[in-house]
């Protein structure tokens, strides 16, 4: 491998002391002169009709400046995924959900605008409404929408011949999985500051992970012309797909800024995160799998009926996505996929990192364990024999330039001593293991582009700026490892500005897993050309031809003449004095293709693949799954920065924890039960077990030195490996979640057979 | 000429709406958490030791965060011309002027901080002081800085033979004018708001002309590297050279934050920026010319002494151009000339818009006329006969590739019917002529370039990113146009961020009247190269050569072909999704040289000229000069905004009329008496004469669409063209500045003879 100066360093964050020491300003710090506070009106209905909506009171209040309802919005309709606009920003006529928008208003202080709120008057006409996915499917079920038809959306997809391929199997069998709705817990609620000015423009600072998105989607939905809208991310407290389009606080507090004339900061609370903005969507998968009699897997087939809640949170991904990575991380001949989005009348649930793949991997990583128990098989052989390697191509076309899942499986299970002591722990104690995958970005449009650039200034300082967000995930970290290790100049000497719409060149945003490798080679090559830039005017002087320079620790050198160097500064100095522009471009898109649901499409540049062996103790008494150990190997590519790459594994594997063991949206008739911290249980620091992270390198051919994104395939095999781990430890299979003390102590009592 | 859609137009400011509803933020508006107060200590002295310095009782003072002396900056000088830095940010054993800066506090609010100065005891030791500069030019003058000679630096230039040409003359003469110390009278006082991070980097926000450039100099003062300071411009209320560099309220605000670690803001307030800021420099200037019995230029010496001050605030400027532009605007074979810049224990002087060619222009332009009184010429003639023409090679060797001044000649002259009326009007009324000139930019350095980027977004808007600062003179308007023109698209559909080191690319500042010409072809060129990318995506889909593409009024076409088009935003769009970087770079760096004393050289891409005709009445009882007419012929090269060129000019003219009537610092042992606009006249808009401004066209080769710069030449002739419609008037030749009553009154009574 490349002897590398800055990139596969563990280098501390560049944004660490300002975050640390609370200098970092998040939307929340920001105050602009004659600022005012929004605050959203919530439904207090799942399904009703609005029979009068009277503000008069509200508007009275001294202190407040603006109310608004439906009726101020325009009657545009938005939605978070392309073709799925299907919620006004303010409720016009109806309510679908408790918690839905029903109206804003901004004020001189929080605690008028929270008054304002309580004098709103709504008479409510309630409408028949429905809750479970099942039940909303059938006919005369009450209508969510004012259509017959309560599906949102169908999926199909289809490779290879399933039928033939389950008639030529060995064994096969069908299973029932479902997942529990999740909550996006990012530690800063939604917030934004709207400032619409004098010249008709308006600027919205936004906690959000994708500014063009959100520009794009607040343009549209205030009928404004997108040029006239900049998007300014500032600190951002996590994401977690959670802030991946337009949310009420967005829309209102920019609504609330042209009515009024003023700036207008507006922040939600928890609750309002909760019950507004989506988040790990429940599904009912019926999962069919066929294999020979080594374990090696002939045929797949699911059906996904997923609750989407009332409106669209950016759901056509997870239920893609469920479906497509069907193809991973296995050899997989035939696949069939049925999925059914389905309108309730729940809070919307949405797109949350993994965005699907947790919940079809849990079901599929849980079968495989019954298929190998049925069929005699260690369940580390089976995923051996199935795993993709280099070179294959999946049945619906994924091309794997490089995998390193057979490496990761043997690291995970050697780390636990998987061979010996599986299986032969004393009762209550156990192991599992699951595997994993996800792509790296995803053709979706058009183009899946970044474009950066890196700018030099006489001082050998680079700026780059780049469209990509950082929402905490480290990427204004890695960027400037990337610029820093093409230039050949220390990390200190780089500065980034990112996620400005007006400041910075376009990117798509953070999700999927892409920032590292699409924004990561669009910086590269930026850096590349500057550099070049540099080295074209220090040639002469240097006495060397161009391809014969190299620039590392802060000096331009002639390769093989060592004493012939100068410092990087004096270089870009030299260059800028020559009237060279010294101002690197560098766009990347990368070589795939939009699928298309009957010939699939290689849709990533690449995919991350990773297994994961986790150990319990159970509690028979309490039926408390302690999750005592846990080891995540993860073919990263090339980790830029190690250090990052664990932690992002290591927060991978808490929100994989947390869907095992706890978190649990409770909704009873569209209400949320448990609508705080409180009451919804995440992991915290003192709830992680002990960790091993293994990064493996597999060098990716596309990805920047190698490297693959990080973001999710970290989390994918934490729930099944959690859920095999208790089956060897207590012999009871779950295909519910999460494994709850009271679930696990009922299975217990009920299972069928002890443990072996 | 060609047909325009956006340049050639009189377009409103982009900024305007904001600028005229209070929207717009200046550095006064910029409020950050945690912020502090500062406040400046000026000495007391006009030359002083500092025998000792007690800040105890002002640190005790509650809300006194900081105080920081000489001996906490580190002890690195800095200065506003290269080579020349001459003092410490704040004093360091010695004061050397009356208002130097000798402590400065930060406390929670702006009282406390003015509290705290008086609680601040300095004692010094009153030392001889020197305030003539020709008696400082004396050997045993006091000593001002710590050298035997207070000659600061001496300028010599020699070109042609001039000895021989006065030989060769048919008439010359020697007269001594003297012009006024000025001050710059930018509505806005100097402020900065200085914001240290955690991670060791400053951030600046700064009223400032020049942000690259005050970046380095900020850096350099305070010890830090270049890299690590960032500075950035918010809206500017006026620089007119009084904003080039670093003055006490930048260092002071960003030492203070690195102390306390909180935000700074600092204001100056109009007394300090008159005592410490500079201002147009008074110089004694001896001038002997030669001529031809028909009036042509023979020959022309000058020497010119002038008072620096205590510290330089750039004064190497009017000094050089003081001699150089002594080349124009007429044919002139033979040229010396001497300058000596003394230092004074006046407040510092320095460059003000024109830098030196108000000054020597109203010596040359008076004299001209003198000449042609003794030579029985019309003043008009005497300047058509001696005018540049496009082609000519002055001696110092400038390149006048365009000059209209014979039609600015022509057209001021014209507008009064010059040849009827001038000598014939009645008596107390009479016209005077002065002409023009000033390069546009100047090469002083390796480079004198501009980078810019322009970024085409998939709605078709267009954000321009330059270094170069509107401080109100409207530069973003004109690139802003320039882009719009280029881009063939509307000017609301182009924004612009301008002057932010690291946002934005390099741009030397705003100085010289480049902006348009240096910042503007950089725009141009950027915005050809993303119109370029959109035409490459294009040209399939439309069938057409891409040379065939053409962008107008938003929309694309083949030309010829009118029905084949396209918008432009779905022109972008397509591009994107074809995965074309839609992002223009373009760099300018024009073509000229450094000049040589002995040799000269071609400094400037072009070089403006003017003429200007003052009609004056003057009150025979009181001394009032009123002026009540004046036009303005300006060679604009071309006037990308009509309105914001006149706007220019009409500033520029009061300037001019400034000086000629009110205008002066009258300064006594040091001290200025008169440090307020109540006491110092600068004219209101109510003082402004019944005014015509002409634009010529001369279209430039160099400049963007023809364009030469505006910023300066149009206050050239201004004071000479009072002067010398004075002496028409009342028969008083005026060789002192300005023409205020009581100089007026005691000139016509000791007359030596009445008007003819």
Request: hydrophobic content about 40%; aromatic content about 6%.
């Given at each position: ?6 990139v ?13 020491t ?54 545009r ?9 299907d ?18 208003v ?20 309630a409408?028949?409404?429905?809750f ?26 289809h ?62 939905a ?80 699911a ?29 997989l ?55 993709l ?145 540099v ?46 522009a ?26 991350t693949?990773?297994?994961?062996v ?108 959690v ?23 009922d ?10």
């Open positions: 491998m490349a002897e590398y100066s800055v596969g360093k563990r280098l501390p964050r560049v944004e660490g002391p300002a975050k640390a609370g200098a970092s300003k998040f939307t929340g710090d920001i105050s602009l002169p004659r600022q005012l506070y929004g605050r959203v009106l919530g439904s207090t209905h799942a399904h009703a009709r609005i029979l009068a909506l009277d503000t008069r009171r509200a508007e009275r209040l001294p202190g407040v400046k603006a109310v608004i309802t439906g009726g101020d919005t325009g009657g309709m938005y939605g978070h995924s392309p073709g799925m606009a919620q006004y920003p303010l409720a016009v006529e109806k309510v679908r959900h408790i918690g839905e928008a029903v109206a804003a901004a004020a001189l202080d929080e605690d008028a605008a929270q008054e304002a709120l309580d004098l709103i008057s709504v008479e409510y006409e409408l028949p409404a429905v479970d996915p099942r039940e909303a499917m059938k006919p005369g079920a009450p209508q969510v929408h004012d259509v017959e038809c309560n599906i949102a959306r169908t999926f199909q997809e490779f290879g011949d399933v039928d033939q391929g389950f008639q030529g199997s060995y064994y096969q069998r069908t299973d029932v999985f479902t997942t529990q709705p999740l909550a996006v817990g990012a530690m800063e609620p939604h917030a934004s500051m709207a400032s619409f000015g004098t010249e008709g423009s308006l600027t919205l600072w936004a906690s959000t992970q994708s500014p063009f998105r959100l520009r794009k989607f607040l343009a549209g205030l009928g404004l012309e997108e040029g006239l809208v900049r998007v300014i991310k500032p600190a951002v407290g996590g994401g977690f797909c959670g802030k991946h389009g337009l949310f009420s606080n967005d829309f209102c507090s920019a609504l609330l800024s042209t009515r009024t004339g003023r700036p207008v900061r507006m922040a939600l609370s928890r609750e309002e995160v909760f019950t507004t903005c989506g988040g790990r969507m429940p599904m009912v998968i019926e999962l069919k799998t066929g294999v020979k009699q080594d374990g090696r897997l002939v045929a797949m087939e059906r996904v009926t997923a609750d989407n809640g009332a409106y669209n949170r950016g759901s056509l991904t997870p239920m893609v996505l469920a479906g497509s990575l069907m193809n991973l991380p296995y050899r001949p035939n696949v069939r996929y049925a999925g059914y989005l389905v309108y309730t009348n729940n809070p919307p649930t949405g797109v949350q990192r993994g965005a699907g793949n947790p919940q079809i991997r849990f079901a599929i990583e849980v079968q495989l364990e019954m298929i190998a128990e049925e069929l005699g098989l260690d369940p580390m052989d089976v995923r051996l024999v199935n795993a390697h280099p070179g294959d191509v999946t049945a619906n076309r994924f091309q794997i330039r490089s995998c390193a899942l057979e490496e990761c499986i043997e690291r995970a299970c050697g780390t636990h001593r998987w061979k010996e002591r599986r299986g032969r722990l004393e009762e209550g104690q156990g192991m599992g293991l699951a595997c994993g995958d996800h792509p790296v970005s995803g053709r979706s449009g058009p183009h899946d582009s970044s474009l950066a650039l890196v700018k030099l200034d006489q001082s050998g300082t680079a700026t780059v700026l780049t469209g990509a967000a950082d929402i905490g995930q480290g990427s204004d970290t890695t960027l400037s490892q990337i610029a820093a290790e093409e230039l050949g100049i220390h990390l200190a000497e780089v500065r980034i500005i990112s996620a400005d719409t007006d400041a910075t060149p376009l990117d798509l945003g953070t999700f999927g897993s892409r920032v590292t490798v699409i924004a990561g080679n669009a910086v590269r090559a930026a850096a590349a050309e500057a550099r070049s830039q080295f074209e005017a220090m040639a002469d002087s240097l006495e060397a031809r161009i391809e014969d320079l190299e620039a590392r620790d802060g000096r331009v050198y002639v390769k093989g003449t060592p004493g012939k160097s100068v410092s990087f500064s004096d270089a870009v100095s030299e260059a800028i004095s020559r009237g060279k010294v101002l690197g471009r560098g766009l990347y898109d990368p070589p795939t293709e939009k699928s298309d649901p009957v010939h699939g499409g290689n849709t990533s540049p690449s995919y693949f990773g297994a994961q986790a150990e319990v103790a159970v509690d028979r008494d309490t039926g408390q799954v302690e999750v005592v150990g846990l080891t995540v190997a993860q073919d990263v590519g090339f980790a830029i920065n190690p250090m990052g790459a664990e932690g992002q594994l290591e927060g991978s594997a808490s929100n994989g924890l947390g869907q095992a063991r706890w978190e649990d949206l409770v909704r009873r008739e569209g209400a949320i039960l448990n609508p705080s911290f409180l009451d919804y249980k995440m992991p915290t620091a003192l709830d992680m077990p002990r960790m091993a992270t293994v990064l493996v390198d597999s060098m990716d051919p596309e990805g920047p030195f190698g490297a693959k994104g990080m973001g999710e395939g970290g989390l994918v095999p934490t729930v099944p490996a859920a095999n781990a208790l089956y060897d430890a207590m012999g009871l299979r779950v295909t519910e979640l999460p494994m709850a003390p009271e679930r696990v102590l299975g217990l009592n009920n299972r069928r057979r002890p443990r072996k």
